[in-house]
């Protein structure tokens, strides 16, 4: 019988916290109430990486993360403590940066296709004439060449047998039998298996499949039992002796077959608790005949964040960035399909036009029109992809729109149809891979940073025209995922998240007083501004959410996302005038505006708390597996990666947590307060709980509230628990208080986990039971 977590707490393994560090760790997870111990990648990654999704060498654990031996005396600590361990991996992509370090990608780079492991990379070897294009120069090849950039190392090594070419940092192995050319730079270059080009031509002329558009990601080919076998020999090996217990799967999305990946990986592993990281727009379900336990719950973070957004509120900041627009010139903002259409339009015309013309260069016969075709059915593809035959449905909406968008295309889209609904044909194998990476790149990395009325809205796997949920629809949602998918993962906060829970449950509140924060941001902007209104909007938010912050995190944070939303400045060519203004914004801050910031900071951040409080007891008492990530049982303010992966204290948490203890061993409860201590309590008491008593969280029953203030109150019976917790507090607090509102319950006495107060049979008053904090958790006393 397959062993599945309670509860998991996610580490991020990386260099400066290996898994020595992560075993020193475990007895405080045990003493949190943690049931499982999820971590990232562990196989060896790019030196230096912090992140570990760059795998370089699947046949061991990475040394700077601790090794084989540092994986087993980790496994052996959790196991000890009675933890299970959750493993994170990357079964669709290899880092090749330094390829060297990577013995695949450099014998594939020497030998060209009389590699052993040509095979395993998805190379369109016919576009390259037989290379493998390599787009890292600075320039053209021959100013490269004119420029004595490179240097040609003739000594012969283990895996360079016939030395290496170097370009700056990059160092290259030379073909057999051409080191003789080295007096020739230029014939020397010619006769190598790689094509070296200028980096801006990843955009059109990359012949590998990568991750988005990353050509420091090559993709490889799972599919191919061969590939899957020395890929997965490792990670197969940690399951087989005991050292892990589960498997998240990165990125299924890329796969060739993710449907037939997961039986493989099933079959290898005994059919261990398994998640895929598989991003659901809304209504969408996840595949029925998947061999997985569930997602790693994003959809299950929006329905949390929906329930505290005030709808009314939305509007009035739509209206907001409607004047925005108008004060700097910019043209009236589209509706969100409209706005993503044109995102994911501009990402298959320009970042990922390389992965559109394989597409035209794997039909069957030619097609006039085919790439404009092919890249607007992209743009207007509603999901991130299909797996045929099933999601046909998905296709034909995405040909439906393109047709009425674009009806000069109509006699090219109808060509492509059936080609692109049969499973047989190449094409259909490969457009689902860049429909994916067009909807994350041009919706979660480009439109997200455009949409800027209220950053809580977008969020991976959100969609801001649906900015809010009814306690109803709310309910619902955690009814369906029990009755479907009853240990899939729900989360808050991830490494991938824009902004952390904690951020975004203060920036709910701005849906409340939407006025409040319109003039707020006036004074701020008559402070320091961009000159963008929405990009204005967007990072004052940032700071406001985060605050306290330093200038330094929020520059970091306003350049990523001025350049992701690609409107005034980019990644490939950044606006160095524009982008002093996002340095006279961060800066201002800390500085000129610290007071306004810090002011209206003080005025929502007990709301904010209030919302952080809800959220999270919501989602640690809800259906599926709760997921912690590192920190975040403190206030966590973090914005999107890399702020979101900052080294974690977990000596104050373990010291914090010692005393809290013992506080609530004398009666004393800890205030709501910058501590942090009172969600570390409701943290700590629910994993406990739950660990120790799975049996009270089996059912899903909503309970009744009746009385003034009864739409402010969520309330759900567990099956011999009851969560209940506060939404829209601002609103609360205007009409007064919760006055006559009950929570009506059985006739049944009742401890409240968090204060330990006692509340006899019958209805409560909701004044009595939240006195001391926005949140209770009733356990039944049978």
Same mark, same amino acid.
């Given at each position: 019988?397959?062993r ?9 393994i ?29 196989l ?6 912090d ?29 000890d ?26 014998d594939?780079l ?17 576009? /390259?004439g ?57 014939a ?15 955009n ?29 020999a490792?990670?197969?090996?940690w ?36 998640l ?29 964040d ?23 010139g ?96 190449e ?57 479907a998918?009853?240990?899939?993962? *729900? ?10 829970e ?27 501004? *961009? ?41 490939q060519d950044?606006?160095?005038e524009?982008?002093? /203004? ?6 201002a ?16 951040v ?18 599926g ?44 409860l ?5 501590t ?5 309590l ?16 089996e ?31 601002v ?11 009950a ?9 409240d ?12 008053r909701?004044?009595d ?14």
């Open positions: 019988m397959t599945r977590p309670c509860s998991t707490y996610r580490l991020q990386s260099p400066s916290f290996p898994l020595t560090a992560a075993a020193d760790v475990v007895t405080y997870l045990r003493d949190l109430g943690a049931s499982w111990v999820y971590v990232s990648p562990l060896a990654a790019t030196q230096g990486s992140h570990g999704y760059d795998v370089v060498d699947h046949s061991r654990v990475d040394p700077a993360r601790g090794g084989r031996e540092g994986l087993r005396a980790f496994a052996a600590r959790a196991h403590q009675g933890l299970g361990v959750l493993v994170d991996v990357v079964p669709n992509h290899v880092g090749v940066s330094a390829p060297r370090e990577n013995p695949w990608w450099w594939v020497r030998l060209g296709r009389e590699s052993p492991h040509a095979v395993a990379f998805d190379i369109d070897w016919r576009r /390259g037989g290379k493998v294009t390599l787009p890292i120069l600075g320039s053209s090849l021959d100013d490269a060449i004119a420029d004595g950039r490179f240097v040609v190392d003739p000594t012969p090594a283990d895996d360079a047998p016939d030395g290496t070419l170097g370009y700056f940092d990059h160092v290259l192995p030379l073909a057999p039998g051409t080191a003789a050319l080295r007096d020739d730079l230029r020397l270059i010619a006769a190598q298996h790689y094509d070296l080009r200028y980096w801006k031509d990843q059109t002329e990359l012949d590998y499949r990568r991750f988005f558009a990353v050509s420091d990601l090559a993709a490889i080919r799972v599919e191919l039992p061969d590939v899957f076998a020395r890929s997965h490792e990670i197969l090996r399951v087989r002796e005991g050292l892990v217990d589960g498997i998240r799967v990165d990125h299924p999305d890329g796969l060739a077959d993710p449907t037939g990946y997961l039986e493989r990986l099933a079959d290898a592993t005994g059919a261990v608790y398994t895929v990281e598989k991003i659901l727009e809304p209504g969408e379900q996840l595949p029925s005949w998947w061999r997985t336990d569930g997602t790693t719950g994003y959809e299950a973070l929006v329905e949390f929906r329930l505290l957004i005030d709808p009314s509120g939305v509007d009035a900041l739509t209206e907001l960035d409607a004047q925005l627009r108008a004060e700097t910019l043209p009236p903002v589209p509706s969100w399909p409209d706005l993503t259409h044109d995102t994911k339009r501009m990402v298959a015309d320009e970042l990922l036009q390389s992965e559109v013309r394989r597409l035209v260069k794997v039909l069957p016969f030619g097609i006039v029109g085919a790439v404009d075709a092919l890249a607007e059915l992209l743009a207007c593809f509603p999901v991130y992809r299909t797996y045929l035959p099933a999601g046909a449905e998905h296709l034909r909406a995405a040909i439906a729109e393109a047709v009425r968008r674009r009806p000069d295309l109509r006699t090219a889209i109808a060509e492509l149809e059936p080609l692109l609904l049969d499973p047989a044909t094409i259909a194998q490969r457009f689902p891979q860049v429909s994916g990476a067009v909807m994350a790149k041009g919706v979660e990395d480009t439109a997200f940073y455009r949409f800027t009325r209220l950053g809580t809205l977008t969020e991976v796997g959100g969609d801001p025209s649906a900015p809010a949920l009814t306690p109803a629809e709310f309910h619902s949602a955690q009814q369906a995922r029990l009755a998918w009853p240990h899939s993962m *729900t989360t808050l906060s991830t490494h991938d998240t824009k902004r952390s904690d951020v975004r449950a203060r920036l709910a509140v701005l849906s409340e007083v939407p006025e409040r924060w319109a003039a707020v941001l006036e004074d701020l902007r008559a402070i320091a501004t *961009t000159g963008h209104g929405p990009l204005d909007a967007l990072l004052w938010q940032a700071a406001v959410g985060a605050w306290p912050i330093p200038s330094d995190r929020l520059l970091a944070y306003a350049t990523k996302a001025a350049r992701e939303a690609a409107e005034a400045t980019g990644w950044p606006d160095a524009f982008e002093a /203004g996002l340095a006279r914004v961060a800066e801050a800390n500085g000129a505006a610290r007071e306004v910031v810090a002011g209206f900071v003080d005025e929502i007990g709301f904010g708390r209030s919302n952080s409080l809800s959220a999270k007891l919501l989602q640690l008492t809800g259906p597996v709760p997921d912690v990530y590192q920190g975040t049982e403190l206030w966590d303010l973090s914005l999107v990666d890399p702020d979101n992966r900052r080294a974690v204290d977990f000596a104050e948490r373990r010291t914090l947590l010692a005393r809290l203890d013992a506080q609530v061993a004398c009666g004393e800890p205030p709501v307060d910058d942090g201590l009172a969600k570390l409701v943290t700590s008491r629910v994993l406990r709980l739950r660990r120790d008593h799975p049996e009270l969280f059912v899903y029953r909503p309970v009744a509230t009746a009385g003034a203030a009864a739409a402010h109150v969520v309330a759900v019976d567990r099956g011999g628990v009851t969560a209940v917790a506060t939404r829209l507090p609103g609360l607090a205007a009409a007064g208080g919760w006055r006559d509102t929570l009506l319950r059985s006739e049944l006495p009742a401890v986990v968090l204060t330990g107060r006692r509340f006899a049979s019958g209805s409560v909701i004044a039971l939240l006195a001391d904090y926005p949140v209770a958790l009733l356990r039944d006393e049978r």
